[in-house]
């Protein structure tokens, strides 16, 4: 624990600190409206089926925004990428607002979608600001302690919109805008470059040409191709708890939807402090996190087939963590691979390999649990086991 204590100096200043400081405020305006996303929709005139269009195509943008992201990330740099890509999102933010109806909602919500492009460059901004032994315990604090604000500020949403109704949540988003606001112009005069060579400016036939360059995926080295393929199947694992765990609670567990709504935030709370203590270790321990994380996975999802109230907290815990500590241990993998020149086009394909998995796993998980429940739990234990097994798989090499 001293060890982490010497080495602060790591995740609170510098590049790394700035982006942990905007990230727990953006984690402040994104809990009091992400839940409540859906019901916004709805109130606009929304039924069901536009609802998941919406998210449909805003998937399908953020897809096709990603590769041209990761492009840019090495082409203009990460700073640059960043900064612009923060401001659309601010500006995206405050027409949140204001959309008469849920057509309009769809739109901006595609073009807030679309502007996450730069997450590439925020991977690889850490990683080019880390020394690589730091790699895991600064992915592991920068993904965990922006998750705070999630335990407390979520109900604030839900009073704006009981007392308020649709105002309320015009409200909220518009304290979500000022928010981002503030993030913006934090990155704008805090974020240093890190890539020693950018260019000042790209042409539209460029950016288009990044598409091209997906190509490349055949080409990798076996390796890093395997790092893709375990996130691919990792977020698939993901997508039952993600979706159908609430459902299947309150509708065959027969739990009371504000106690459900307690446990979660229990679970959550569970979830950060144990990976706040892990971080003391995860770099020395960094070759056992695949390890450690599927062993995880594994025992949740057993403990789940109980079909127990406690046994499926347990279950959503220790997926929360094990899923946490692989993708730690992956993304601190992809910065040892690839190298700083490449780590934009490297972190593009690792996302994009995310987006997929989410999107097959959203459908398999659906499919599955009509034909039965238990399906939630057998699902990531399987692909837990294979993801384990391509982990074993030997062969290093590096992407130059």
């Keep these: ?29 994104n809990s009091i409206t992400m839940p409540y996303l859906s019901i916004y929709m709805k109130m606009l005139g929304a039924n069901a089926i536009d609802i998941g269009i919406t998210y449909s195509v805003a998937m399908t943008v953020q897809l096709l925004a990603i590769i041209p992201g990761g492009y840019l990330t090495d082409t203009i740099g990460r700073r640059r990428s960043i900064v612009i890509g923060t401001w659309i999102v601010t500006a995206t933010s405050f027409l949140m607002v204001i959309p008469p109806n849920w057509q309009a909602l769809m739109i901006i919500y595609a ?49 704006l919109i009981n007392k308020y109704g649709l105002l309320g949540i015009r409200i909220a988003y518009l304290v979500s805008a000022v928010v981002s606001l503030i993030v913006a112009l934090i990155r704008q005069y805090t974020i240093k470059e890190t890539l020693n060579s950018t260019k000042s400016s790209v042409s539209f036939k460029e950016v288009l040409r990044s598409y091209y360059l997906l190509r490349s995926i055949t080409d990798l080295p076996k390796d890093l191709l395997r790092i893709y393929v375990m996130t691919l199947m990792l977020f698939i694992a993901l997508m039952p708890m993600n979706t159908l765990l609430p459902i299947y609670v309150v509708y065959r567990l027969k739990l009371n939807t504000v106690y459900w709504g307690y446990l979660v935030s229990l679970s959550y709370a569970a979830y950060i402090m144990i990976n706040v203590l892990l971080a003391f270790y995860v770099d020395k321990l960094r070759n056992k996190l695949v390890l450690w994380g599927i062993t995880a996975i594994v025992m949740g999802s057993i403990l789940g087939l109980l079909d127990r109230l406690v046994s499926v907290i347990v279950y959503l815990v220790l997926l929360q963590v094990g899923s946490q500590l692989v993708m730690t241990a992956l993304q601190s993998r992809v910065g040892d691979l690839v190298s700083v020149d490449r780590r934009g086009h490297g972190i593009g394909l690792m996302i994009i390999f995310q987006l997929l998995g989410q999107a097959i796993g959203g459908y398999l998980s659906g499919t599955l649990y009509r034909l039965t429940t238990a399906s939630l739990f057998l699902m990531p234990l399987t692909l837990a086991i294979i993801i384990l097994t391509l982990n074993l798989a030997p062969g290093r090499s590096r992407n130059k």
Excluded at 113 to 124: E, K, N, R
Excluded at 136 to 157: D, E, F, H, K, M
């Design 111 to 159: 073009l807030n979608s679309a502007a996450a492009y730069y997450q590439p460059a925020l991977l690889a901004l850490i990683l080019d600001s880390l020394p690589p032994s730091r790699y895991a315990s600064g992915i592991l604090i920068t993904s965990v302690i922006p998750q705070i604000p999630w335990l407390i500020l979520p109900p604030l949403g839900g009073s």
């Design 1 to 29: 624990m001293r060890g982490l204590g010497r080495n602060a100096k790591y995740y609170i200043s510098g590049n790394v600190g700035v982006l942990l400081l905007t990230w727990l405020l953006y984690a402040i305006g």
